[in-house]
Protein backbone atom coordinates (compact mmCIF):
# COMPACT_ATOMS: atom_id res chain seq x y z
CA UNK A 1 0.00 0.00 0.00
CA UNK A 2 2.90 2.57 0.60
CA UNK A 3 4.97 1.68 -1.81
CA UNK A 4 1.70 1.46 -4.11
CA UNK A 5 1.55 5.63 -2.47
CA UNK A 6 5.01 6.22 -3.50
CA UNK A 7 4.47 5.58 -6.89
CA UNK A 8 1.33 7.56 -7.33
CA UNK A 9 2.49 10.51 -6.17
CA UNK A 10 5.64 10.38 -7.92
CA UNK A 11 3.22 9.87 -10.88
CA UNK A 12 1.11 12.84 -9.93
CA UNK A 13 4.50 15.42 -8.98
CA UNK A 14 5.06 14.59 -12.56
CA UNK A 15 2.10 16.13 -13.87
CA UNK A 16 2.90 19.21 -16.42
CA UNK A 17 0.74 21.17 -13.82
CA UNK A 18 2.82 20.46 -10.80
CA UNK A 19 5.83 20.94 -12.66
CA UNK A 20 5.26 24.07 -14.42
CA UNK A 21 2.38 26.15 -13.26
CA UNK A 22 2.99 25.51 -9.79
CA UNK A 23 2.33 29.39 -9.01
CA UNK A 24 -1.17 28.75 -10.67
CA UNK A 25 -1.66 25.50 -8.19
CA UNK A 26 -0.38 27.45 -5.90
CA UNK A 27 -3.12 30.38 -6.05
CA UNK A 28 -5.98 27.89 -6.44
CA UNK A 29 -5.13 26.03 -3.53
CA UNK A 30 -5.62 29.13 -1.49
CA UNK A 31 -8.27 30.49 -3.51
CA UNK A 32 -6.82 33.54 -4.54
CA UNK A 33 -8.39 35.80 -6.93
CA UNK A 34 -8.35 39.80 -8.18
CA UNK A 35 -11.42 41.94 -7.69
CA UNK A 36 -11.75 45.27 -9.58
CA UNK A 37 -13.22 48.38 -8.26
CA UNK A 38 -14.33 50.79 -10.27
CA UNK A 39 -15.80 54.15 -8.78
CA UNK A 40 -17.65 57.02 -11.25
CA UNK A 41 -16.80 60.30 -8.94
CA UNK A 42 -19.32 61.87 -10.57
CA UNK A 43 -22.35 59.90 -9.94
CA UNK A 44 -20.73 57.64 -7.54
CA UNK A 45 -21.70 54.31 -9.26
CA UNK A 46 -19.90 51.32 -8.35
CA UNK A 47 -18.80 48.20 -10.39
CA UNK A 48 -17.13 45.67 -9.53
CA UNK A 49 -15.04 42.62 -11.72
CA UNK A 50 -13.74 39.43 -10.44
CA UNK A 51 -11.01 37.64 -12.24
CA UNK A 52 -9.75 34.31 -11.64
CA UNK A 53 -7.24 32.15 -13.51
CA UNK A 54 -7.91 28.50 -14.44
CA UNK A 55 -5.64 25.56 -16.07
CA UNK A 56 -6.82 24.27 -19.15
CA UNK A 57 -9.49 21.82 -18.52
CA UNK A 58 -7.92 19.07 -20.08
CA UNK A 59 -4.94 19.38 -18.16
CA UNK A 60 -7.26 19.22 -15.19
CA UNK A 61 -8.83 16.27 -16.11
CA UNK A 62 -5.64 14.28 -16.49
CA UNK A 63 -4.08 15.39 -13.03
CA UNK A 64 -7.58 14.67 -11.62
CA UNK A 65 -7.30 10.99 -13.29
CA UNK A 66 -4.01 11.00 -11.19
CA UNK A 67 -5.01 11.74 -7.76
CA UNK A 68 -8.71 9.87 -8.03
CA UNK A 69 -6.90 6.66 -6.62
CA UNK A 70 -6.23 8.48 -3.43
CA UNK A 71 -9.67 9.86 -3.27
CA UNK A 72 -12.01 6.32 -3.67
CA UNK A 73 -12.04 3.97 -0.44
CA UNK A 74 -12.42 1.39 -3.20
CA UNK A 75 -8.93 1.87 -4.47
CA UNK A 76 -6.02 0.37 -2.39
CA UNK A 77 -3.87 3.14 -2.17
CA UNK A 78 -7.23 5.13 -0.76
CA UNK A 79 -5.56 7.82 1.51
CA UNK A 80 -7.11 6.18 4.63
CA UNK A 81 -5.42 2.69 3.69
CA UNK A 82 -2.03 4.13 3.14
CA UNK A 83 -2.25 6.02 6.72
CA UNK A 84 -3.44 3.13 8.62
CA UNK A 85 -0.62 1.44 6.85
CA UNK A 86 1.76 3.30 8.34
CA UNK A 87 0.46 2.79 11.50
CA UNK A 88 0.68 -0.92 11.42
CA UNK A 89 4.62 -1.05 9.57
CA UNK A 90 6.02 1.72 11.91
CA UNK A 91 4.27 0.99 14.87
CA UNK A 92 1.49 3.38 16.67
CA UNK A 93 3.87 4.53 19.53
CA UNK A 94 6.95 4.86 17.02
CA UNK A 95 4.70 6.81 14.04
CA UNK A 96 3.20 8.95 16.73
CA UNK A 97 6.68 10.00 18.24
CA UNK A 98 7.24 11.33 14.22
CA UNK A 99 3.85 12.97 13.33
CA UNK A 100 0.35 13.33 14.68
CA UNK A 101 -1.40 10.74 12.73
CA UNK A 102 -4.92 12.05 13.90
CA UNK A 103 -3.74 15.42 12.31
CA UNK A 104 -2.73 13.76 9.05
CA UNK A 105 -6.30 11.97 8.70
CA UNK A 106 -7.95 15.42 9.34
CA UNK A 107 -5.87 16.85 6.89
CA UNK A 108 -6.97 14.08 4.14
CA UNK A 109 -10.42 14.18 4.96
CA UNK A 110 -10.94 18.36 5.02
CA UNK A 111 -10.54 18.29 1.28
CA UNK A 112 -12.16 14.66 0.34
CA UNK A 113 -15.51 14.44 2.07
CA UNK A 114 -17.91 16.39 -0.38
CA UNK A 115 -20.65 16.27 2.75
CA UNK A 116 -18.41 19.21 4.71
CA UNK A 117 -19.24 22.70 4.67
CA UNK A 118 -17.57 24.51 2.13
CA UNK A 119 -14.32 25.02 1.30
CA UNK A 120 -14.24 28.26 0.22
CA UNK A 121 -18.07 29.31 -1.35
CA UNK A 122 -21.33 28.53 -1.87
CA UNK A 123 -23.18 28.55 -4.61
CA UNK A 124 -26.79 29.45 -4.49
CA UNK A 125 -29.99 29.54 -7.34
CA UNK A 126 -33.88 29.89 -7.43
CA UNK A 127 -33.37 26.11 -6.06
CA UNK A 128 -31.80 26.29 -3.29
CA UNK A 129 -27.70 26.19 -2.20
CA UNK A 130 -24.87 24.09 -2.82
CA UNK A 131 -20.85 23.84 -2.38
CA UNK A 132 -17.94 23.75 -3.91
CA UNK A 133 -17.20 20.56 -2.80
CA UNK A 134 -20.25 19.12 -4.46
CA UNK A 135 -19.48 20.57 -7.37
CA UNK A 136 -16.18 19.44 -7.35
CA UNK A 137 -17.13 16.01 -7.58
CA UNK A 138 -20.37 16.24 -9.66
CA UNK A 139 -17.68 17.25 -12.39
CA UNK A 140 -15.38 14.80 -11.53
CA UNK A 141 -18.22 11.54 -11.49
CA UNK A 142 -20.46 13.65 -13.78
CA UNK A 143 -18.90 15.24 -16.44
CA UNK A 144 -15.16 13.44 -16.40
CA UNK A 145 -15.37 10.08 -15.27
CA UNK A 146 -19.01 8.82 -15.99
CA UNK A 147 -21.37 11.13 -17.63
CA UNK A 148 -23.72 11.16 -14.98
CA UNK A 149 -26.88 13.56 -14.94
CA UNK A 150 -26.82 15.56 -11.05
CA UNK A 151 -29.38 14.80 -9.20
CA UNK A 152 -29.47 17.66 -6.93
CA UNK A 153 -31.59 20.60 -9.06
CA UNK A 154 -29.59 23.00 -7.65
CA UNK A 155 -26.21 21.71 -9.97
CA UNK A 156 -28.46 21.16 -12.65
CA UNK A 157 -29.08 24.73 -12.83
CA UNK A 158 -25.58 25.42 -13.18
CA UNK A 159 -23.08 25.00 -15.95
CA UNK A 160 -20.27 22.81 -16.74
CA UNK A 161 -18.11 26.06 -16.35
CA UNK A 162 -19.23 26.48 -12.77
CA UNK A 163 -18.43 23.37 -11.95
CA UNK A 164 -15.34 22.91 -13.54
CA UNK A 165 -14.44 26.22 -11.29
CA UNK A 166 -15.18 24.68 -8.05
CA UNK A 167 -13.14 21.43 -9.24
CA UNK A 168 -10.14 23.17 -10.16
CA UNK A 169 -9.42 24.67 -6.47
CA UNK A 170 -10.44 21.26 -4.88
CA UNK A 171 -7.89 19.10 -6.92
CA UNK A 172 -5.34 21.42 -6.33
CA UNK A 173 -5.69 20.98 -2.56
CA UNK A 174 -5.60 17.30 -2.41
CA UNK A 175 -2.36 17.49 -4.87
CA UNK A 176 -1.09 19.69 -1.40
CA UNK A 177 -1.87 16.60 0.38
CA UNK A 178 -0.39 14.45 -2.09
CA UNK A 179 2.67 16.41 -1.89
CA UNK A 180 3.18 17.07 1.79
CA UNK A 181 2.38 13.03 2.47
CA UNK A 182 5.05 11.95 0.46
CA UNK A 183 7.68 14.20 1.69
CA UNK A 184 6.37 12.85 5.99
CA UNK A 185 6.61 9.17 4.31
CA UNK A 186 10.52 10.03 2.57
CA UNK A 187 11.53 11.32 5.96
CA UNK A 188 10.25 8.20 7.88
CA UNK A 189 12.29 6.11 4.89
CA UNK A 190 15.67 8.65 5.79
CA UNK A 191 15.10 7.83 9.37
CA UNK A 192 15.28 4.41 9.54
CA UNK A 193 11.64 3.90 10.80
CA UNK A 194 10.31 2.62 7.35
CA UNK A 195 11.45 0.61 4.92
CA UNK A 196 10.82 0.32 1.10
CA UNK A 197 11.52 -1.68 -2.31
CA UNK A 198 14.20 0.92 -3.70
CA UNK A 199 12.69 0.60 -6.86
CA UNK A 200 9.68 2.72 -6.10
CA UNK A 201 11.83 5.88 -5.45
CA UNK A 202 13.35 5.77 -9.01
CA UNK A 203 11.69 3.23 -11.49
CA UNK A 204 9.45 5.48 -14.18
CA UNK A 205 6.10 6.21 -13.70
CA UNK A 206 5.59 8.91 -16.40
CA UNK A 207 5.97 7.87 -20.36
CA UNK A 208 8.26 9.61 -21.84
CA UNK A 209 9.62 8.62 -25.27
CA UNK A 210 6.68 9.28 -27.72
CA UNK A 211 9.25 8.49 -30.98
CA UNK A 212 10.46 4.49 -30.73
CA UNK A 213 13.04 3.89 -33.34
CA UNK A 214 15.12 0.82 -32.33
CA UNK A 215 16.17 -2.49 -33.73
CA UNK A 216 14.29 -5.40 -34.29
CA UNK A 217 13.11 -9.04 -35.81
CA UNK A 218 11.46 -9.22 -38.94
CA UNK A 219 9.31 -12.29 -40.39
CA UNK A 220 7.06 -13.15 -42.66
CA UNK A 221 5.20 -16.18 -43.36
CA UNK A 222 2.15 -17.73 -45.45
CA UNK A 223 -1.54 -16.66 -43.89
CA UNK A 224 -2.52 -18.90 -41.15
CA UNK A 225 0.91 -20.22 -40.44
CA UNK A 226 1.33 -21.29 -36.70
CA UNK A 227 3.47 -19.07 -34.22
CA UNK A 228 6.69 -20.70 -33.79
CA UNK A 229 7.12 -22.02 -30.39
CA UNK A 230 10.95 -20.60 -30.46
CA UNK A 231 10.70 -17.18 -31.47
CA UNK A 232 14.51 -16.31 -31.42
CA UNK A 233 15.00 -19.24 -33.98
CA UNK A 234 11.90 -19.48 -36.07
CA UNK A 235 11.65 -22.43 -38.75
CA UNK A 236 13.42 -20.50 -41.99
CA UNK A 237 11.14 -22.80 -44.30
CA UNK A 238 8.12 -21.12 -42.82
CA UNK A 239 9.26 -17.82 -41.28
CA UNK A 240 11.65 -15.69 -43.75
CA UNK A 241 12.62 -11.94 -43.64
CA UNK A 242 10.83 -9.76 -45.59
CA UNK A 243 14.25 -9.07 -47.69
CA UNK A 244 14.09 -12.75 -48.17
CA UNK A 245 10.65 -13.01 -49.03
CA UNK A 246 10.91 -9.80 -51.81
CA UNK A 247 14.05 -11.63 -53.24
CA UNK A 248 11.89 -14.56 -53.76
CA UNK A 249 9.02 -12.48 -55.41
CA UNK A 250 11.36 -11.09 -57.72
CA UNK A 251 13.08 -14.14 -58.67
CA UNK A 252 9.96 -16.16 -59.37
CA UNK A 253 9.17 -12.86 -61.46
CA UNK A 254 12.44 -13.50 -63.50
CA UNK A 255 11.97 -17.05 -63.89
CA UNK A 256 8.14 -17.03 -64.88
CA UNK A 257 8.16 -17.86 -69.17
CA UNK A 258 7.34 -15.16 -71.21
CA UNK A 259 3.51 -13.94 -71.94
CA UNK A 260 2.64 -14.34 -75.46
CA UNK A 261 1.15 -11.27 -76.72
CA UNK A 262 -2.78 -11.64 -77.06
CA UNK A 263 -4.39 -11.80 -80.67
CA UNK A 264 -5.49 -8.49 -82.19
CA UNK A 265 -9.11 -7.83 -82.59
CA UNK A 266 -10.20 -7.76 -86.20
Known amino acids: VIEGFLLRSRRVLSHSLIREQAELMSKLHTGQFTITVTVN ?3 GEESYRRK ?3 PDEEA ?3 LA ?3 RPLILNSEPIYYRKVLDALEAVVGTEKLN ?3 DLAWWHDYW ?3 VDANLDAQAYWVATPNGKTTDRKLMYAWLYGDVIHAKSPKSPVIRDLDIDQRYYAAAPGIARICDRVIYTQLMISALIEKGLLTVDPNVLTEAVVVTTTVVDEPVNAYTAP ?3 PLPADLT ?3 PEVWKTPHQDLAELLDDADNAPPRLPSPANE
Open 41 to 43: TKT
Open 52 to 54: CEY
Open 109 to 111: HKV
Open 65 to 67: GRV
Open 97 to 99: EEI
Open 60 to 62: LES
Open 223 to 225: VGA
Open 233 to 235: NPD
